[in-house]
T-cell receptor, first 118, second 114 residues
Framework: EAGVAQSPRYKIIEKRQSVAFWCNPI?????LYWYQQILGQGPKLLIQ????????DSQLPKDRFSAERLKGVDSTLKIQPAKLEDSAVYLC????????????????FGAGSRLTVL | GNSVTQMEGPVTLSEEAFLTINCTYT??????LFWYVQYPGEGLQLLLK?????DKGSNKGFEATYRKETTSFHLEKGSVQVSDSAVYFC?????????????FGKGTKLSVKP
């Protein structure tokens, strides 16, 4: 089974520039997540999609961050304009289904996209 | 709110030493508990999980028991190897309705020396 694919792996930009990250989840996984992992901290959820609808975006800084998941498969996370504090690894994850009680419903993470804002 | 607290790192051990990484949580209801591992240059990988009180998760010689009375999920391994060097994250999650995401601790870096 192919894993969660992310690109680019590394990106360096200057503040106020824009950047976009792409994620392709595991085939058949209905739920897709974007997490932000700042150096020395645990990942923090930015947005969760169920198919192509947003389930939770309460921690997404909507003045500069946007995300979409067209056709319920691939997803793009955009930052515009970037700030220094956006330097982090952006992790995409997917799971079979967020609904229902199931101990088997675990998240599979991609390798991440490391952003450096200068 | 829900949160996870892990022991501060880094933790440095010699090969074959006993490992304990403490994790405690604050949560409402009945979360599932997880340990994820992040090897250098790689993404997070699920190490083990427990979905209810008194469950023991185990994998690759690691184990952790879901203790509701102490709200803990400590990670243990009897004999660590150099290849266990990584960052370990404790997390909690709810699988019901729209709450499918995970809440992570800050991570504990483990270095094992030969």
């Amino acid at each position: 089974e192919a894993g969660v694919a992310q690109s680019p792996r590394y990106k360096i930009i200057e503040k106020r520039q824009s950047v976009a990250f792409w994620c392709n989840p595991i085939s058949g996984h209905a739920t897709l997540y974007w997490y932000q992992q700042i150096l020395g901290q645990g990942p923090k959820l930015l947005i969760q999609f169920q198919n192509n609808g947003v389930v939770d975006d309460s921690q997404l800084p909507k003045d500069r961050f946007s995300a979409e998941r067209l056709k319920g498969v691939d997803s793009t996370l955009k930052i515009q304009p970037a700030k220094l504090e956006d330097s982090a690894v952006y992790l995409c994850a997917s799971s079979l289904d967020a609904g229902g009680w199931s101990g088997a419903n675990v998240l599979t993470f991609g390798a991440g996209s490391r952003l450096t804002v200068l | 709110g829900n949160s996870v607290t892990q022991m501060e790192g880094p933790v440095t051990l010699s090969e074959e030493a006993f490992l304990t990484i403490n994790c405690t949580y604050t949560a409402t209801g009945y979360p599932s508990l997880f340990w994820y591992v992040q090897y250098p240059g790689e993404g997070l990988q699920l190490l083990l999980k427990a979905t209810k009180a008194d469950d023991k998760g185990s994998n690759k010689g690691f184990e952790a028991t879901y203790r509701k009375e102490t709200t803990s999920f400590h990670l243990e391994k009897g004999s660590v190897q150099v290849s266990d060097s990584a960052v370990y994250f404790c997390a909690l999650g709810y699988y019901g309705g729209s709450q499918g995401n995970l809440i992570f601790g800050k991570g504990t870096k483990l270095s094992v020396k030969p």
